[in-house]
Nanobody, 128 residues
Framework: QVQLVESGGGLVQAGGSLRLSCKLS????????LGWFRQAPGKDREFVAA????????AYDDSVKGRFTISRNNAINTVYLQMNSLKPEDTAVFYC?????????????????????WGQGTQVTVSS
Protein backbone atom coordinates (compact mmCIF):
# COMPACT_ATOMS: atom_id res chain seq x y z
CA GLN A 1 0.00 0.00 0.00
CA VAL A 2 1.48 3.31 -1.11
CA GLN A 3 0.79 6.43 0.89
CA LEU A 4 1.49 9.97 -0.25
CA VAL A 5 1.47 12.88 2.16
CA GLU A 6 1.77 16.45 0.91
CA SER A 7 2.89 19.43 2.95
CA GLY A 8 4.05 22.99 2.47
CA GLY A 9 0.90 24.68 1.26
CA GLY A 10 -0.31 27.96 2.65
CA LEU A 11 -1.16 31.58 1.97
CA VAL A 12 1.33 33.74 0.10
CA GLN A 13 1.25 37.09 -1.65
CA ALA A 14 1.55 37.35 -5.40
CA GLY A 15 5.19 37.20 -6.41
CA GLY A 16 6.09 35.04 -3.45
CA SER A 17 7.36 31.49 -3.23
CA LEU A 18 6.36 28.19 -1.65
CA ARG A 19 7.89 24.75 -1.67
CA LEU A 20 5.58 21.77 -1.59
CA SER A 21 6.79 18.39 -0.37
CA CYS A 22 5.32 14.95 -0.86
CA LYS A 23 6.60 11.93 1.02
CA LEU A 24 5.91 8.43 -0.26
CA SER A 25 5.83 5.51 2.11
CA UNK A 26 5.25 1.83 1.71
CA UNK A 27 7.28 1.02 -1.40
CA UNK A 28 10.62 1.60 -3.11
CA UNK A 29 10.48 5.29 -3.92
CA UNK A 30 13.05 5.06 -6.70
CA UNK A 31 10.72 2.83 -8.73
CA UNK A 32 8.05 5.53 -8.98
CA UNK A 33 7.43 8.30 -11.43
CA LEU A 34 5.83 11.27 -9.74
CA GLY A 35 3.65 14.19 -10.63
CA TRP A 36 1.99 17.27 -9.24
CA PHE A 37 -1.52 18.24 -10.25
CA ARG A 38 -3.84 20.97 -9.03
CA GLN A 39 -7.52 21.72 -8.88
CA ALA A 40 -8.94 25.19 -8.49
CA PRO A 41 -12.52 25.76 -7.26
CA GLY A 42 -15.02 24.98 -9.99
CA LYS A 43 -12.36 23.69 -12.37
CA ASP A 44 -11.08 20.30 -13.45
CA ARG A 45 -7.87 18.88 -12.09
CA GLU A 46 -4.91 19.89 -14.25
CA PHE A 47 -1.33 18.84 -14.72
CA VAL A 48 1.43 20.96 -13.18
CA ALA A 49 4.73 19.06 -13.29
CA ALA A 50 6.13 15.54 -13.46
CA UNK A 51 9.42 13.76 -12.95
CA UNK A 52 10.58 10.36 -14.14
CA UNK A 53 11.67 7.55 -11.83
CA UNK A 54 15.34 8.35 -12.43
CA UNK A 55 14.82 12.09 -12.13
CA UNK A 56 16.42 12.53 -15.52
CA UNK A 57 13.26 13.65 -17.25
CA UNK A 58 10.84 16.38 -16.20
CA ALA A 59 7.75 17.93 -17.74
CA TYR A 60 5.80 21.09 -17.01
CA ASP A 61 2.55 22.67 -18.02
CA ASP A 62 3.13 25.82 -20.04
CA SER A 63 1.45 27.91 -17.35
CA VAL A 64 4.21 27.14 -14.82
CA LYS A 65 7.31 26.79 -17.00
CA GLY A 66 10.09 28.99 -15.76
CA ARG A 67 8.39 29.50 -12.39
CA PHE A 68 8.01 25.99 -10.92
CA THR A 69 10.63 23.30 -10.49
CA ILE A 70 10.01 19.65 -9.66
CA SER A 71 12.73 17.59 -8.01
CA ARG A 72 13.12 14.41 -6.02
CA ASN A 73 15.31 13.13 -3.21
CA ASN A 74 15.35 9.36 -3.28
CA ALA A 75 17.26 9.19 0.01
CA ILE A 76 14.26 10.53 1.91
CA ASN A 77 11.44 9.35 -0.37
CA THR A 78 10.34 12.88 -1.14
CA VAL A 79 9.35 14.85 -4.22
CA TYR A 80 9.30 18.63 -4.18
CA LEU A 81 7.60 21.39 -6.12
CA GLN A 82 9.39 24.72 -5.80
CA MET A 83 6.99 27.47 -6.81
CA ASN A 84 8.31 30.96 -7.49
CA SER A 85 6.67 34.12 -8.82
CA LEU A 86 3.31 32.87 -7.69
CA LYS A 87 0.18 34.37 -9.21
CA PRO A 88 -3.39 34.51 -7.89
CA GLU A 89 -4.36 32.08 -10.66
CA ASP A 90 -2.08 29.48 -9.06
CA THR A 91 -4.55 29.23 -6.17
CA ALA A 92 -5.67 25.60 -5.96
CA VAL A 93 -5.42 22.37 -4.04
CA PHE A 94 -2.19 20.71 -5.13
CA TYR A 95 -2.01 16.93 -5.32
CA CYS A 96 0.96 14.63 -5.47
CA UNK A 97 0.63 11.48 -7.59
CA UNK A 98 2.78 8.41 -8.12
CA UNK A 99 2.94 5.40 -10.41
CA UNK A 100 5.38 2.52 -10.33
CA UNK A 101 7.40 2.20 -13.52
CA UNK A 102 9.69 -0.42 -14.97
CA UNK A 103 13.25 0.86 -15.59
CA UNK A 104 12.70 1.12 -19.34
CA UNK A 105 9.68 3.41 -18.78
CA UNK A 106 11.77 6.30 -17.56
CA UNK A 107 9.69 9.27 -18.62
CA UNK A 108 7.71 12.06 -17.02
CA UNK A 109 3.97 11.93 -17.66
CA UNK A 110 1.42 14.70 -17.49
CA UNK A 111 -1.53 12.35 -17.92
CA UNK A 112 -3.43 11.96 -14.67
CA UNK A 113 -5.02 8.63 -15.63
CA UNK A 114 -1.57 7.06 -15.69
CA UNK A 115 -1.16 7.65 -11.95
CA UNK A 116 -2.73 5.21 -9.51
CA UNK A 117 -1.65 6.66 -6.19
CA TRP A 118 -2.74 10.08 -4.95
CA GLY A 119 -2.23 12.19 -1.88
CA GLN A 120 -4.92 14.10 -0.02
CA GLY A 121 -3.83 17.48 -1.32
CA THR A 122 -2.49 20.70 0.15
CA GLN A 123 -4.08 24.11 -0.29
CA VAL A 124 -2.12 26.91 -1.94
CA THR A 125 -3.67 30.37 -1.85
CA VAL A 126 -2.05 33.32 -3.59
CA SER A 127 -3.39 36.75 -2.70
CA SER A 128 -3.21 39.71 -5.04
Amino acid sequence: QVQLVESGGGLVQAGGSLRLSCKLSGRAFSEYALGWFRQAPGKDREFVAAISRSGGSTAYDDSVKGRFTISRNNAINTVYLQMNSLKPEDTAVFYCAAVRREPYMDYASGLDFQYNNWGQGTQVTVSS
